[in-house]
């Protein structure tokens, strides 16, 4: 899809007051992404040349999410007619077609945004809107036409506004338009707040041009799903499980294995390949990418982290992480940003990895912590070994070499080195440099009293009787 020469605004300052939350309506999440982004990125993949979002309630939330488009602030959030005056200046001079779509309706697809533009351009009509029949209409504007369901659009008409007969209609608003430019400013100019909201609607300006003698084509949504809109945690809860089932759908059609879809959560922009299979009760978000024959789950959740083929991810949570072919993590490992599992290496049960690469093949198997390290290939890190990375003002560096083998319960007091194929004696504490093929002791020295345990035991049995 290209429509380089169309500009979109997306409607994003409202405060959405039922939602009964501190954060603004559109910054709240569907499966790990804000509502505003996927409208922005339905945007995006229709290939809309200019967005421009209208921010302002929370804007200081909002607009870090939407950095990429030309953020416009509207002061005072006087209805969805203002939000787009309040685009006049950012849009001088701008002739063409002008899409407005609401920013909290996130299910929106590039095609039905296409299919818009068509629709306007065909006609060369004032304006097109996407219609839907909800299965519960509740809360949207409804479509009023002039006789018949075929019949022409007049105007829409808010719930808050509607007459008995007017609510008994189904057929709704999306909140999805393509105007003319100059026709829509031209339109606003003359939109009052007479109603029982006393906003200014948007909505308005279809019975203008109407009024005008202009044309007005409404499209209708295949699915109305698609359109709605998050109102409240119920919406928001509704509209994460379709989207949830449309994105597994369409992974499990490419290919992959899903035990239990229900409990398989998916963000739109994670990527599967094909013989990958997910295991109950696991999330996958942000840019998370998933190779070949890799098995996730049960119980993992992934964030902006790239896992390679046929790789072993169970019970996991990993977050801006690298993992190679062939490695495997877990039950119970944690990856934190910048953790790097290069081939056929391993951060096995409760084994926390940050900021850290694990050379090929190298095998951290248990209970340990790992940060701020570059390990070679071919290293073996006993149970319970931790990097003490950390002075309480400072983080530094721990350097282990290839082949190294290290014994339980050992402390790497950084900054530290230990060179290739070194061996270092269970339970050291290594605050020195450990040279290539080495052997490091760090312990204090065992004693022995003979007998002592034996006479101790007899004089407790004795002390009983
Ligand atoms: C709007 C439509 C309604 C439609 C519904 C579809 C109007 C008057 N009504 O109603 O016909 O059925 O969407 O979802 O347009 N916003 C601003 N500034 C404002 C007010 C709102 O930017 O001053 C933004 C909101 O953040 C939101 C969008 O516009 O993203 C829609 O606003 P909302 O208040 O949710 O409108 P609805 O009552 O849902
Ligand atoms: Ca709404």
Not at 61 to 85: F, N
Not at 201 to 217: I, K, M, N, P, Q
Not at 452 to 458: G, I, L
Request: glycine share 10%; net charge negative.
């Amino acid at each position: 899809m290209q429509h380089s020469d169309v500009a979109a605004i997306i409607l994003a300052a409202g405060e959405g007051v039922r939602m009964k939350s501190k954060k603004p309506k559109v910054a709240h999440e569907v499966l790990g992404k804000p509502l505003v982004r996927w409208v922005v990125d339905a945007a995006k993949a229709a290939g809309i040349g200019r967005i421009i979002t209208v921010v302002g309630h929370g804007k200081e939330q909002v607009a870090p999410l939407v950095e990429d488009t030309t953020v416009v602030e509207q002061v005072q959030q006087r209805g969805t007619a203002d939000a787009v005056r309040s685009c006049a200046e950012a849009l001088a001079g701008f002739t063409g077609a002008l899409l407005v779509l609401s920013g909290d309706c996130p299910l929106i697809e590039p095609e039905t945004i296409s299919a818009l533009i068509d629709a306007q351009r065909e006609v060369d009509a004032a304006a097109s809107l996407l219609t839907m029949e909800p299965a519960d209409p509740t809360g949207y504007g409804r479509i009023v036409r002039e006789d018949s369901a075929r019949a022409g659009v007049l105007r829409i008409v808010e719930q808050k506004d509607a007459t008995p007969e007017e609510a008994a209609l189904t057929e709704c608003n999306a909140g999805f338009y393509c105007f003319d430019a100059p026709l829509l400013f031209e339109a606003l100019g003359r939109v009052d707040a007479n109603n029982a909201q006393g906003e200014f609607y948007l909505t308005d300006v279809v019975r203008l041009f109407v009024e005008d003698g202009r044309a007005v084509v409404a499209v209708k949504a295949q699915d109305a799903r698609e359109c709605s809109g998050v109102n409240s945690r119920i919406q928001l809860a509704e509209i994460t499980a379709f989207a949830r089932d449309r994105i597994n759908r369409a992974h499990m059609e490419a290919g992959v294995s899903m035990m239990d879809p229900l409990t398989t959560w998916i963000g739109p922009d994670v990527r599967l390949s094909a013989d990958v299979e997910l295991l109950p009760e696991v999330m996958l978000f942000g840019s998370t990418s998933v190779g070949e024959g890799s098995v996730v789950g049960p119980f993992s959740r992934l964030v902006d982290t790239q896992v390679g083929c046929g790789c072993t991810i169970d019970e996991t949570v990993a977050i801006e992480a690298q993992v190679d072919d062939g490695a495997t993590c877990g039950p119970r490992a944690y990856l934190r940003p910048g953790a790097h599992l290069c081939k056929r290496a391993k951060a096995g049960t409760h084994v926390e990895i940050k900021k850290s690469t694990i050379g090929e093949g190298s095998k951290v198997p248990h209970l340990s912590y790992i940060g701020d390290c570059t390990m070679g290939a071919g290293v073996n890190i006993g149970a319970g070994t931790i990097t003490c990375n950390y002075d309480g003002t400072r983080k530094s560096p721990t350097v282990i070499g290839d082949e190294v083998f290290v014994g339980s319960d050992t402390m790497l007091v950084a900054p530290v080195t230990v060179g290739d194929r070194a061996l270092i004696g269970a339970g050291s504490c290594i605050t020195q440099d450990v040279d290539a093929g080495a052997l490091a002791l760090g312990r204090a020295r065992q004693t022995q009293i003979d007998g002592w345990a034996d006479k101790h035991h007899q004089h407790d049995v004795a002390a009983k009787s």
